[in-house]
């Protein structure tokens, strides 16, 4: 059977549905169910049980951003190359555009959104970003700070060799590399005395 806007329009079959929604399929009864490809996910974020449905080749950049409206991180080169999208698995930096959501399940998932403390003040690192002019444009400013937390917390925030060497998979556009690389250093302080 062709596909044709009469078709779309009445409902008249599963496949039109799918063209018009890859995520959804209509039954007999014209209930929405997921299509084959679909599971559900439960994913632990910023401390808070999230449950979604989504396709397995979902990954978790696009499962925060996209399904849990969690925009903080960034898709930039979405090849794993510039660091925008970086978020903390267990601890962990990862980054996002290369990890499937189906294998973060069961990990606890921390984003920029929340690295802020209980009483809704900035993380030292945050702060320290704002206090060292450590960004321009922003865009990639979120992952850098997710670098930089993880940076410190793995101990490689010794010397400022240090702190370039494994922060050198972040990229900004604008190179605020100084500001960022000072930035690090006043948080470690803080940081390491909490």
């Known amino acids: 059977m062709a596909i044709t806007r009469r078709?779309?329009?009445?409902?008249?079959?599963?496949?039109?549905?799918?063209?018009?929604?890859?995520?959804?399929?209509v039954t007999d009864e014209r209930q929405p169910r997921a299509v084959s490809g679909m599971t559900p996910v439960r994913l632990q974020v910023n401390g808070q049980r999230r449950d979604v449905v989504l396709d397995v080749r979902v990954t978790l950049l696009d499962a925060l951003r996209e399904h849990l409206q969690l925009t903080g991180s960034k898709k930039g080169c979405d090849q794993g190359q510039c660091g925008a999208c970086t978020v903390h698995l267990d601890g962990v930096?990862?980054?996002s555009c290369l990890t499937l959501a189906v294998s973060a399940q069961?990990?606890?998932?921390?984003?920029?959104?929340?690295?802020?403390?209980?009483?809704g003040n900035?993380?030292?690192?945050?702060?320290?970003f704002i206090?060292?002019?450590?960004?321009?444009?922003?865009?990639?400013?979120p992952g850098?700070?997710?670098s930089a937390v993880a940076?410190?917390?793995?101990?490689?925030?010794?010397?400022?060799?240090d702190i370039q060497e494994y922060m050198s998979g972040n990229l900004c556009r604008c190179a605020a590399y100084p500001k960022i690389v000072a930035a690090i250093k006043q948080a470690r302080e803080?940081?390491?005395?909490t």
Do not use: S, W
Not at 131 to 141: E, S, V
Not at 190 to 193: G, I, N, P, Q, T
């Open 144 to 146: 850098q700070i997710m």
């Open 93 to 95: 930096r990862v980054l």
């Open 131 to 141: 206090d060292q002019d450590g960004f321009q444009c922003g865009y990639c400013t």
């Open 190 to 193: 803080r940081m390491e005395h």
């Open 7 to 25: 078709t779309v329009l009445t409902g008249g079959t599963a496949l039109a549905a799918v063209g018009l929604n890859p995520l959804l399929a």
């Open 151 to 161: 940076c410190v917390r793995e101990g490689h925030a010794k010397t400022d060799a």
């Open 122 to 128: 900035l993380h030292p690192m945050q702060q320290a």
């Open 106 to 119: 069961g990990k606890h998932i921390e984003t920029i959104e929340g690295l802020e403390g209980k009483n």
